[in-house]
């Protein structure tokens, strides 16, 4: 035995506390509250829960949301969920420090969600997401970090 967390099935589960960019924190210290492991919300609820994390300074604990339907998604809209999630990981790396990071996950989180511009389902506001993580991607890319805004960590996610 070697005293780590384990599912029914063995695998390792990550019971440790983790901070609010979804870092790991020493057992016994108070971390935020986490995403319930398989959650996968309808994409209503899940727009609702990932918006308030994001509003909430959580991109890392929305991304385990949008990750959740992402995954639950079959067909074409997996992609968008897959999009939204690199969206809120890119957010994740600039909260973390890692301007690389949250660049290309912005970038590529932009790219996987385009082609959902015309039609966009669930009232998301794909174009304007599009054209915010592109410009912010630039913008990090450009004049680093520092450049990012309160504005720019809280993306809105759908229809004003």
Do not use: C, Y
């Amino acid at each position: 035995m070697t005293g780590r967390d384990r599912d029914e099935e063995g695998r390792a589960r990550n019971a440790r506390p983790r901070d609010a960019s979804g870092r790991p924190l020493a057992r016994g210290l108070a971390g935020v509250d986490r995403v319930p492991e398989g959650l996968a919300l309808p994409p209503a609820e899940a727009l609702v829960e990932a918006q308030r994390l994001l509003d909430a300074g959580l991109p890392f604990q929305a991304h385990e949301v949008l990750e959740g339907t992402w995954k639950a998604t079959d067909g074409e809209e997996r992609e968008l969920w897959q999009g939204l999630a690199q969206l809120a990981v890119g957010l994740t790396h600039a909260q973390r420090g890692n301007a690389v990071g949250a660049a290309s996950l912005l970038e590529r989180g932009a790219g996987r969600i385009a082609a959902f511009a015309e039609d966009p389902p669930h009232g998301v506001d794909v174009a304007g997401l599009v054209a915010r993580a592109t410009a912010l991607a630039d913008r990090i890319r450009s004049a680093g970090l520092t450049a990012v805004t309160e504005a720019d960590r809280r993306l809105r996610l759908a229809g004003r």
